[in-house]
């Protein structure tokens, strides 16, 4: 989990402190090749409720969205852009118009049709609440959208934009609704029912309890293996390992769930099975330059050489989660660049602090500029035990810098 989330906007610039974390998964031997097997129910765990699926927002579970709701295209593992709703589509010369084939015969689960004109009325109800998607540059540069019948879908825009195809696969919110559960034609006051067209289907939600999902058997592309998936609500981490230990879940899923030492203590284990992806997200501390005391550049300089994530990566993580010298994985597109990260050295870090023009009287006294002391303040999720020994780190180390 990232410690806090700031807009560019309200940054301006940013420096980061990253950990890599990758998707976790810690499960009894059985479950890991549960359809082999023959078994059709599934059992996981997830920390809160899946609250609102509403997928034209952003408040839900992106996993559970990811089940029940699909739109125009996926972006696969192998890089590559695949169909879902649309089975082909072909971009104009010029970049600007981008025409969907519909595949035929789709419906949704409660029986409406899933065509070109069920498209556009779940892009005219993303387009009636712009402002809350202009994240995505697309949103920004979308001219027009258009069904001229019932197997074409046509996003007209404003320039060529080359990653129009990867926000258009992106979890949410470009992904659709059955028109029957919107509100005057609209989503973005809710939805009366969380109805899509994904692989599976939502069959009964128990609020902070548990979810039921079942295969869609009118699903287009492969069938799930598991018919059926329960997902428990337990917000405690060593309740759910205890959850796992007892039989009562087959699995434990996502960075999330589960901390550091717990992996490590069921790392030899004959009984558990556990995997670690390779990195999927990045922990950051973000930087406020508008802050009087990071603006300086030499104090976010200094941070980032006090920063010692060798030994976040070991001490806290016992290795699951590799150190970052850059902001996104070098696995990502286009992020495998040449960059300088910065060195872990103290001495730089307390020198850039002198030339920023803080003094110390003394190696335990605070370091001041003008009568004001080099004092900041960290945001950190309470509830994370990892990023809560991180921030105490970090402030014991910025500490013998009189920070």
Not at 294 to 308: F, G, W, Y
Not at 318 to 341: N, Q, R, W
Request: with cysteine.
């Amino acid at each position: 989990m990232k410690p806090f989330r700031l807009t560019r906007r309200a940054l301006g610039s940013a420096v980061c402190m990253t950990l890599l974390a990758g998707t976790v998964l810690f499960t009894s031997p059985t479950p890991v090749h549960a359809a082999a097997q023959g078994k059709d129910t599934l059992v996981f765990v997830n920390y809160r409720d899946l609250r609102d699926l509403n997928p034209h927002l952003y408040a839900g579970e992106m996993f559970a969205q990811e089940m029940v709701f699909e739109g125009l295209v996926t972006l696969g593992n192998d890089g590559k852009y695949h169909g879902a709703v649309a089975e082909s589509w072909d971009i104009s010369p010029d970049g600007r118009v981008y025409t969907f084939k519909i595949r035929p015969n789709l419906k949704f689960t409660d029986g409406h049709v899933l065509d070109a004109y069920a498209v556009k009325a779940n892009f005219d109800a993303l387009i009636d609440n712009k402002t809350r998607h202009s994240w995505l540059e697309m949103m920004r540069l979308l001219e027009g959208v258009e069904a001229p019948d019932a197997s074409t879908f046509i996003i007209k825009m404003k320039e060529a934009y080359y990653p129009m195809l990867t926000e258009l696969a992106v979890t949410r919110p470009f992904a659709f609704v059955s028109p029957n559960v919107m509100k005057d034609g609209k989503t973005k006051n809710g939805l009366t029912a969380f109805i899509g067209s994904g692989p599976y289907v939502l069959k009964e939600h128990v609020v902070d309890e548990y979810s039921v999902f079942e295969a869609n058997p009118d699903y287009w592309g492969k069938k799930p293996a598991i018919k059926r998936i329960v997902v428990k609500v337990i917000p405690d981490n060593q309740t759910r390992i205890l959850a796992l230990e007892k039989g009562e879940v087959d699995l434990i899923w996502g960075k999330n769930m589960i901390d550091a030492d717990a992996l490590n203590k069921y790392r030899d284990s004959k009984k558990f099975s556990i995997a670690v992806s390779s990195p999927t997200s990045t922990r950051q501390i973000v930087l406020n330059t508008t802050n009087d005391v990071l603006k300086d550049k030499k104090i976010r300089t200094a941070i980032q050489h006090a920063t010692n994530k060798s030994v976040i990566s070991q001490g806290v993580f016992h290795g699951f989660e590799p150190g970052a010298d850059t902001l996104y994985s070098t696995s990502i597109p286009y992020c495998d660049i040449d960059l300088k990260p910065y060195k872990y050295d103290m001495k730089e870090a307390a020198k850039l602090i002198e030339e920023a023009g803080y003094k110390r009287d003394s190696k335990r006294a605070p370091a001041v500029k003008d009568g004001k002391p080099l004092a900041l303040g960290l945001l950190y999720n309470s509830n994370s035990v990892s990023e809560k020994t991180i921030a105490e780190y970090l402030q014991s180390e910025f500490g013998k810098l009189g920070m």
